[in-house]
């Protein structure tokens, strides 16, 4: 079946630096991808979305200028995390729609641990 | 404006069966998704359904109205396994997901 991949896993890193996160689909064209966090035992929040080729649509109440959106190819979509701050420790996890358009795929996910 | 409600907890037996409730309003409809999500771990995908009815996959079932703006997941023979948060989604006509806050299903022995 479809996959899609996210790395890192899991990444610690200093306030202040900045953490890009990969999300991959292996076997499948991905048009449309999202991004989204949550934190424990708190619903997914969709933070933006991404279509390949074009710039990041952002829910309201996220930074685009702190979540850096990349959407080069049809099977990668990056989030860049700008100058993190602790309050941005949580599980950011993609998901991406292939041309079918009807079903979607999650990533693993990655914890983001800024200390 | 688009709303999905379901359960916040059910609580059942091991080798018992569970129904968890989905309504949702959108502004048009591509499909219903379940999806799986263990503590600490992403989403995992369960059913999609766009017709009505009854779509069965092994002991997970789901159920679609369209009509009445109403779905269900259906667990049977539960395992300690399944204890899980389980995610209601509804793909609106722009094909975007509006979720439920999900419903934790605890599973006792």
């Known amino acids: ?115 | 404006g688009q709303n999905i409600d379901q359960p916040t907890e059910m609580t059942a037996t091991e080798g018992a069966i569970v129904q968890i409730n989905c309504t949702y309003q959108t502004s048009g409809f591509n499909g219903l998704f379940w999806y799986q999500q263990h503590a600490g771990e992403a989403p995992t995908f369960l059913s999609y359904n766009v017709l009505d009815g009854l779509e069965e996959k092994g002991r997970f079932s789901s159920f679609l109205s369209r009509s009445k703006g109403y779905s269900y997941l259906l667990l049977k023979e539960l395992q300690m396994k399944d204890s899980a948060s389980y995610l209601c989604a509804a793909m609106d006509s722009n094909y975007q997901l509006i979720w439920g806050a999900g419903t934790k299903l605890i599973i006792k022995p």
């Open chain 1, 1 to 115: 079946g479809a996959v899609v991949s996210q790395h890192p896993s899991w990444v610690i890193c200093k306030s202040g630096t900045s953490v890009k996160i990969e999300c991959r689909s292996l076997d499948f064209q991905a048009t449309t991808m999202f991004w989204y966090r949550q934190f424990p035992k708190q619903s997914l929040m969709l933070m933006a979305t991404s279509n390949e080729g074009s710039k990041a649509t952002y829910e309201q109440g996220v930074e685009k200028d702190k979540f850096l959106i990349n959407h080069a190819s049809l099977t990668l979509s990056t989030l860049t995390v700008t100058s993190a701050h602790p309050e941005d420790s949580s599980f950011y996890i993609c998901s991406a729609r292939g041309l079918a358009g009807n079903t979607i795929y999650f990533g693993e996910g990655s914890w983001l641990t800024v200390v």
